[in-house]
């Protein structure tokens, strides 16, 4: 693990939380999407060598509805920037760990992504993620 890359929050609204963390940092977003596949829409505040991620959702049934459901908005996870995320994620699997996918996605930000079962990090969903090569945004 190279770094904390990021912090996800998730938010009810994300026109609403942009507004409370600019506020809060003193920065704008430097960049809003959509992750259609998983049913998010994303915003990014750079805080130095660190993220801060808020993530709305878009579908009633997305990880992120059921998260905000089940415990309301708040902290969702933390991101873990690595080199290499194939041999990162068969060191973790040696050690027991179970990754939430068979393979890595492309997440927001440009990174592929694999996510840790909270049930084995204290309740706390860790990601692990790397800069996709393809430099598709």
Same mark, same amino acid.
């Given at each position: 693990?190279?770094?904390?890359?990021?912090?996800?929050?998730?938010?009810?609204?994300?026109?609403?939380?942009?507004?409370?963390?600019?506020?809060?940092?003193?920065?704008?977003?430097?960049?809003? +999407?959509?992750?259609?596949?998983?049913?998010?829409?994303?915003?990014?505040? #750079?805080?130095?060598? #660190?993220?801060?991620?808020?993530?709305?959702?878009?579908?009633?049934?997305?990880?992120?509805?059921?998260?905000?459901?089940?415990?309301?908005?708040?902290?969702?996870?933390?991101?873990?920037?690595?080199?290499?995320?194939?041999?990162?994620?068969?060191?973790?699997?040696?050690?027991?760990?179970?990754?939430?996918?068979? +393979?890595?996605?492309?997440?927001?930000?440009?990174?592929?992504?694999?996510?840790?079962?909270?049930?084995?990090?204290?309740?706390?969903?860790?990601?692990?993620?790397? +800069?996709? +090569?393809?430099?598709?945004?």
């Amino acid at each position: 693990m190279e770094k904390i890359e990021h912090i996800g929050i998730a938010v009810k609204n994300l026109k609403i939380s942009n507004e409370t963390f600019t506020g809060i940092l003193g920065i704008e977003s430097y960049k809003t +999407e959509e992750i259609e596949s998983e049913g998010v829409k994303t915003s990014f505040f #750079n805080t130095g060598p #660190n993220k801060i991620e808020l993530l709305e959702a878009t579908k009633k049934d997305s990880p992120i509805a059921r998260f905000i459901e089940k415990k309301g908005e708040g902290i969702h996870h933390i991101a873990f920037a690595v080199k290499d995320i194939y041999q990162e994620v068969e060191r973790l699997k040696k050690q027991g760990y179970t990754p939430l996918s068979s +393979e890595p996605k492309k997440g927001a930000d440009n990174k592929l992504v694999v996510f840790l079962h909270p049930k084995q990090t204290n309740g706390v969903l860790i990601e692990l993620c790397m +800069e996709r +090569e393809d430099g598709k945004k």
